[in-house]
Each structure stands twice: as C-alpha cells, then as structure tokens.
C-alpha cells in the first residue's frame, strides 16, 4: 500500500494496544477510546465513512445498517470467529467483503469448556464463595460439600469442530468417555484416536450422556438445538456446559430443569440475551446450581493479539487487490 492513500478502518472498540498500534502503522486507523458498544447512530456514522469497518460480536452490522454504507466501504472485518451478528448476504449484495478472524480461539474456548467441565460437578465456585463470605470454616468434613467426579463419565459434545475436537483432546486425558453429534461425521483416524462413538441422532445421545458440551456455532438452524423437548431427554443426574452461543439452548427451559431439579447442574459462559443475565439465572447461581462466566471463552491476551493480526492481513490483502484468507462468503442453503 505504499504510495497510496492509507484506508480509512474504524474501530467499533477497543483492541489490545499492540493491535491498535499496528493499525495506526498500516492504516489511517480510527480508535474507540471508551470500551463500550458503539450507538446505532455511531454504527451508521462510521459505515458512511469508513472504507473498513472492524466490529465485534456486539455489534449488529444488519442489513438495515449495510444498506446505509457509504460508497468507499470494501471490508467488514470482524473481530471474532462467529459470523451471526453480519448479515454476510446483504453485504455481498451491496459489493462488500466480510472476513472474520477463525481458528484463533479453539484452544482458549476449550480450556474454558474443560474448566466448567471440572468446576459445575466439582461445586468449585460454591467452596471457593464459603472462604470469600466470611472468612470462617471450620475445617475438613469427610460429607460436607461433596460433588461428583468426572472420571469414567461419558461426554456428549454438540458439534464437533475444531473446538469440539479440543474438548475432546482435553476430555479424554480426564478420563472421560467422548460421544458427539456433528452433521458430519469426522475420520476415522479421528474418532480412533479419540475413541469417540457417533451418534446420527442427538436425541438418542443426549439421552444417554452425564456431561454435554455445546460447541456448534449460532446459524438458523442451530437455534434452540437444545430445546425444551430435547432437554427433557436428559438423565437428571445430567450437566449442560455452553461455551458456543447463548440461543443454541433454550434459556427459560433450561432454566426451569435447574429449578424443578431435572438436571444436576449447568456450566454457562454465554447466554441468549447477553449481556442481559436472566435474574432466575443469578438466583441458581447463588444456590450453586450454575456456575455463569461474562462470556471469557477467548478471554486471553494472546488469543486477541492472534485476532487482530488476522484483521490486519485481511485488510491488507482486500487492498492491494488480493482474495483474504478468512473471507465470509453468504450460505447458500
């Protein structure tokens, strides 16, 4: 891009500094000194204005906004894997690129995933909050505060991507015993390396299982997968885990489980209205009956830097007339 004039990319928030230093090198890069959401009206602003937008997952780039766009805008692209909050199909309609930043966070999300894993049977949160509260206990009871181990249970994950896959690497050295439903079927080395059984049908795996991981990304079709039918298969001695997205499951039923005492237990880092945290969730918490996380699935240091450095490439092979790597193209089913 040397010689030309330099885009103009407008930052929809904060990014760590090293990434924003770096766009301020490459690019006439415009920052967001206040970490919060941008306004509607700002949203429109900076589509009028810029030849680059770089959202995030909290922002909704529709197809109302995009129709807004100005004529320099080339490039949406987002910080973040998931893909739900772009309307893909009305940008590439209008001539405009989305790329997203994937195959960053698996890692992240599954150590996360894994730590839920341990922490909902395990009542870690709850014996953590005893110390915290007053400061007073009374020492070690052979039957106070007992959970279950997970050792010899079997896992059941939902969606076996890259993500799914890191669960289960993790899972397995805990002795765990994996099963997934995927739409399609992973290879064979995979699943012998794993020893992890198929199931076709989720209906007949989740009604079998001690532990579901829920790891499919947030499309049409995987709204409410987990819905309130589908939750009433679950054994009652069951846990749930969500690191994937809050409106797989449907809340107010999984909810209602927690409460009548259908299910053991829920380990939830998103939620299908975030940021707003359904009160009946906060009041299980308190009982111990979930364990909630502010969405911290990909909440590393190296794991944003990795994401930023795939925004830059993307915005620099959009303008010196290249395919980007991580480019988003509309579903076609």
Not at 230 to 239: D, H, I, K, N, V
Request: positive net charge.
């Amino acid at each position: 891009m040397t010689g030309r004039k330099k885009p103009l990319v407008v930052l929809t928030r904060k990014l760590p500094d090293q990434v924003e230093t770096r766009m301020r090198e490459l690019f006439d890069a415009r920052l967001v000194i206040e970490d919060c959401p941008m306004t509607q009206p700002e949203l429109v602003s900076a589509v009028q204005q810029a030849d680059v937008l770089v959202p995030t997952i909290t922002d909704r780039i529709d197809a109302a906004l995009i129709a807004q766009a100005g004529p320099n805008l080339k490039l949406i692209a987002s910080f973040g894997n998931g893909i739900d909050h772009v309307d893909v199909a009305a940008a590439a309609a209008k001539g405009i690129t989305v790329t997203n930043t994937p195959n960053v966070l698996t890692e992240d999300t599954a150590d996360m995933t894994m730590g839920l894993m341990l922490t909902v049977p395990r009542r870690l949160t709850e014996g953590a909050n005893v110390l915290r509260a007053d400061g007073k206990w009374a020492g070690w009871s052979p039957t106070w505060m007992l959970g279950h181990r997970i050792w010899g249970k079997r896992l059941g994950i939902v969606g076996m991507g890259r993500i799914g896959t890191a669960v289960a690497r993790r899972a397995k050295a805990f002795g765990l015993s994996i099963h997934y439903h995927n739409r399609k079927r992973v290879s064979a080395a995979i699943e012998d390396q794993l020893e992890a059984t198929y199931w076709e049908s989720l209906d007949q795996m989740l009604a079998r299982m001690d532990i579901i991981s829920v790891n499919c990304p947030s499309t049409p079709a995987t709204f409410h997968l987990l819905s309130a039918r589908r939750l009433g298969l679950l054994q009652p001695q069951a846990y749930v885990v969500n690191t994937a997205r809050g409106d797989i499951i449907d809340e107010d039923a999984l909810i209602s489980m927690l409460q009548s005492g259908k299910l053991a237990g829920a380990g939830l880092d998103v939620f299908e209205h975030e940021p707003a945290i359904n009160p009946k969730l906060l009041k299980l918490a308190a009982k111990g009956k979930v364990v909630l996380l502010p969405h911290m699935g990909s909440a590393t240091i190296e794991g944003r830097i990795e994401m930023g450095e795939k925004v830059i490439i993307n915005i620099r092979a959009v303008f010196d007339g290249h395919r980007p790597p991580d480019r988003v193209l509309p579903n076609r089913s």
